[in-house]
T-cell receptor, first 115, second 108 residues
Framework: EPEVTQTPSHQVTQMGQEVILRCVPISNHLYFYWYRQILGQKVEFLVSFYNNEISEKSEIFDDQFSVERPDGSNFTLKIRSTKLEDSAMYFC?????????????FGQGTRLTVV | AQRVTQPEKLLSVFKGAPVELKCNYSYSGSPELFWYVQYSRQRLQLLLRHISRESIKGFTADLNKGETSFHLKKPFAQEEDSAMYYCALESGTYKYIFGTGTRLKVLA
């Protein structure tokens, strides 16, 4: 069964450094998402991406964040200058369409630790 | 405002007992609701969606628009049901909104 894959599974970075989290969505999916989950808190929406542009973003997704689909298969989340509070589990998801009870498929997540 | 509320952080039941995980939502349109489950060290995966009116692993959920609820139920809990359960709303604006999750522990 096709899966969303994320790399790396765990990333440790120093405060102020840039990180890129990578995702390979399911191949025929058109909508892509990033979510994050700070330890012990809820799964929070960051951004959605469709047709090579951001469809919606949350207040969390400020100027230090960016997303890209560089080559038609990968979907990346870049954090330009990491802060301690960026430490969280980051989940990538994809869906074939919106609405009609469409399921979003999630990757296993990347645990980002900012020290 | 669009919101999903799961009032219980932790629910412990004995094996064979009934389970009800509560979910309430706030949404002005016609909601599309889901239950996702996360077993230990695994990814979030869809358990069921209201539009399908299905029963998965013995779980069912009924959308009650009057009470704005989508509670998840199972008549007889099993140990393998122990997991984190998230109620989610597809908002029709390119995102899914998740509740805070309920950890279900089924005791032997």
């Amino acid at each position: 069964e096709p899966e969303v894959t994320q790399t790396p599974s765990h990333q440790v970075t120093q405060m102020g450094q840039e990180v890129i989290l990578r995702c390979v969505p399911i191949s025929n999916h058109l909508y892509f998402y990033w979510y994050r989950q700070i330890l012990g808190q809820k799964v929070e929406f960051l951004v959605s991406f469709y047709n090579n542009e951001i469809s919606e973003k949350s207040e969390i997704f400020d100027d230090q964040f960016s997303v890209e689909r560089p080559d038609g298969s990968n979907f990346t989340l870049k954090i330009r200058s990491t802060k301690l509070e960026d430490s969280a589990m980051y989940f990538c998801a994809s869906s074939v369409r919106l609405g009609e009870g469409t399921e979003a498929f999630f990757g296993q997540g990347t645990r980002l630790t900012v020290v | 405002a669009q919101r999903v509320t799961q009032p219980e952080k932790l629910l412990s039941v004995f094996k064979g007992a009934p389970v009800e995980l509560k979910c309430n939502y706030s949404y002005s349109g016609s909601p599309e609701l889901f239950w996702y489950v996360q077993y230990s060290r695994q990814r979030l995966q869809l358990l069921l969606r209201h539009i399908s009116r299905e029963s998965i692993k013995g779980f069912t959920a009924d959308l009650n628009k009057g009470e704005t609820s989508f509670h998840l139920k199972k008549p007889f809990a099993q140990e393998e049901d122990s997991a984190m359960y998230y109620c989610a709303l597809e908002s029709g604006t390119y995102k899914y909104i998740f509740g805070t999750g309920t950890r279900l522990k089924v005791l032997a």
